[in-house]
């Protein structure tokens, strides 16, 4: 980790198939990093250029035992509900295929980006005579619509980044050559904001998903008022300072607030 950056390659021969031992890992991870204070962004890539995560392993059968358990939710339901609501930003980089849990894996993360002719994804458990039990069906309509959601869940066929990119799976399908790159830089800027602003804007968003617009409007004045401080003050005393609020400060204030940022004292 380096830079309020947490960086997480998935690494589980030979494809990236999720068993046991791979869920566990990603539960341990998820409850360490929850707490973390040093922890500003969690990227996570794969060490395997043909597959980002496969899906969950169908031979497995202590994956099958504990997905049948009664509960309320299922743990991989579990498992996918504490990244959703980790207070720190998450963001898949995806360069290979990713199909059924790994799927509703990435649909529990913030941002998601793909690289174009090398990514493919498909939710493709209709297919095999279930469906997607682990987040799919809830999270796809959420991002998708439900009829976009209907296509990928039942069609269950494969579609590429740019296809994901315009139903709304992915924020962005880059050439493969670019998707490190930007990801790195969008990375590093986000992990160079107050964390705690970073935090409350999730919260804010995710209220908006649930809430009607009044309740939602309540909950977002609630959290303006709970982050406003004698340091954010500071800081927008300083962005005074450095030229905002002048005509040429503004011609590009994200490289001024960016350099500000930069001679701040680290956080975490």
């Known amino acids: 980790m380096s830079d309020r950056i947490a960086r997480v390659t998935i690494d ?5 198939l999720g068993d046991h031992a791979l869920l566990s890992d990603l539960a341990r991870f998820s409850t360490e990093v929850r707490t ?8 996570f890539d794969s060490a395997d250029p043909d597959y980002f995560y496969a899906h969950v392993d169908m031979a497995d059968t202590t994956v099958l035992e504990q997905l049948l ?14 990244y959703r609501t980790l207070p720190q930003l998450t963001i898949a980089k995806i360069a290979g ?16 980006y793909a ?12 297919s095999l005579g279930i469906f997607p039990g682990g987040g799919g069906s809830q999270y796809l309509p959420r991002l998708l619509g ?11 066929d494969a579609f590429d980044a740019a296809l994901a990119e315009r139903y709304g799976l992915i924020n962005r399908a880059l050439p493969a050559d670019e998707l490190d790159g930007f990801v790195e830089r969008l990375t590093q800027r986000i992990a160079s904001f107050p964390p705690e602003a ?6 804010a968003v995710d209220s908006g998903i649930v809430l009607s617009v009044r309740d939602g409007l309540q909950e977002e004045n609630k959290l303006l008022r709970q982050i406003v401080n004698p340091q954010v003050a500071a800081l927008l005393h300083a962005a005074l300072e450095a030229g905002a609020q002048t ?22």
């Open 198 to 203: 970073v935090s409350v804007a999730k919260q």
């Open 247 to 268: 005509r040429q400060g503004e011609l590009d204030m994200e490289s001024l607030i960016d350099g500000l940022l930069r001679s701040q004292p680290p956080r975490g």
């Open 146 to 156: 439900r009829s976009r959601a209907l296509e990928v869940i039942i069609g269950a």
């Open 69 to 82: 358990q009664d509960g309320a939710l299922n743990f991989i339901e579990e498992l996918h509900e504490s």
């Open 36 to 43: 973390d204070d040093t922890v500003g962004v969690i990227v």
């Open 97 to 112: 295929r990713t199909r059924g849990g790994g799927i509703e894996f990435i649909s529990a993360l913030d941002l998601r």
């Open 12 to 16: 589980n021969p030979p494809m990236n």
């Open 115 to 126: 690289a174009l002719d090398t990514a493919l994804f498909s939710q493709n458990e209709v």
